[in-house]
């Protein structure tokens, strides 16, 4: 990029008023901190000149206030906005934890009794088995090692209640069989759930 005035010579900086590239003796500073070229120092010392040096301080330390001001009134909303959310977060997590379903204690879960928690278990354990094997589903459930599921709880007679059809390696369909030995149409789990 070339000076504005000199355009043999390259351009070092840009006036801080005009924006036009100049070159080191185009460069004046005002106040040691703007760089300014010759016609814009010009301009403002006129400037200074007709308005009083005075005035045009305390006008840039009036604005520099407000700045100040609004970038902490921005500040002191955001803060407000966050705390708000996580207040809600808060409390819609308390809402639901207070209104969750008893999920049964560990202990005292019987899976013979809770088909359903059994089955979101033994459907849980089937999608952990397939993102640990490049999301291949197991060919049966009898497959599904105790890492998956807990296996002390969840035994060969419990599956026996279920009804696991691997339509491909990708695809699967688990359901609750009923009493009588079919399977109820209810409660089903795919690869989509």
Do not use: W
């Not at 924006?19 to 106040?31: F, T």
């Not at 301009?43 to 604005?63: I, P, Y």
């Not at 149409?185 to 690869?191: G, K, M, N, P």
């Amino acid at each position: 990029m070339k000076c504005t005035y000199h355009p043999h010579k390259d351009a070092v900086t840009k006036c801080s008023q005009c924006q036009k590239p100049l070159c080191d003796e185009c460069v004046a500073s005002r106040n040691d901190k703007e760089v300014v070229c010759s016609r814009c120092a010009i301009l403002v010392a006129a400037q200074d000149a007709s308005l009083g040096v005075d005035l045009r301080v305390e006008e840039r330390e009036d604005k520099r206030q407000a700045r100040e001001t609004k970038g902490k009134r921005k500040s002191s909303a955001l803060l407000l906005v966050v705390i708000a959310f996580a207040a809600v977060v808060l409390i819609a997590n308390l809402y639901f934890y207070l209104k969750s379903p008893d999920i049964p204690d560990s202990k005292q879960f019987d899976p013979f009794e809770d088909l359903e928690f059994t089955a979101a278990l033994i459907n849980d354990a089937v999608i952990d088995y397939a993102n640990d094997h490049e999301g291949k589903f197991p060919d049966k459930l009898d497959d599904i090692p105790g890492k998956y599921m807990p296996s002390e709880k969840i035994t060969s007679s419990v599956l026996e209640k279920f009804s696991y059809t691997r339509s491909s390696p990708r695809s699967y369909e688990l359901r609750v069989k009923d009493s009588e030995g079919g399977t109820d149409s209810e409660l089903v789990f795919t690869e989509e759930d």
